[in-house]
């Protein structure tokens, strides 16, 4: 399984999907704002996520609302995703499985 991170922001602890996953692999970092035309930014997010496989790998929804939203179309044009969502109780991420409709 590969773990797509959206947006590292700096300020979050992924050390919890090191239990899920050793190959984690983050598609921009904070000093990649999305500001005016995003058309090389949509290409380097796309790159990273060429080889994505809807029934292995996960993404983990952090960031820029732009950066979510391309993601979650790239994925979504692959025949769906799982999304993990952190669980403030548990302190663990939960896997949600999301298919194209």
């Known amino acids: 399984m590969v773990i797509y991170i ?3 922001d ?3 602890n992924f050390t919890p999907l090191l ?8 598609l ?7 500001i005016g035309d995003a058309s090389d930014h949509l290409d380097k997010i796309r790159a990273k996520l060429k080889h994505f496989e809807p029934e292995k790998d996960a993404l983990v929804l952090v960031g820029d609302p732009v950066n979510i939203g391309v993601a979650m179309h790239e994925v979504m ?3 769906g995703a799982t999304v993990l ?5 548990t302190r663990n991420y939960l ?3 999301l298919k194209e409709i």
Do not use: L
């Open 6 to 8: 959206i947006q590292d």
């Open 10 to 12: 700096g300020n979050k």
């Open 19 to 26: 239990s899920m996953s050793n190959n984690i692999v983050i």
């Open 28 to 34: 921009t970092n904070r000093d990649c704002p999305v």
């Open 77 to 79: 044009m692959k025949g």
């Open 85 to 89: 969502k952190w669980d403030r109780q």
């Open 95 to 97: 896997p949600i499985k």
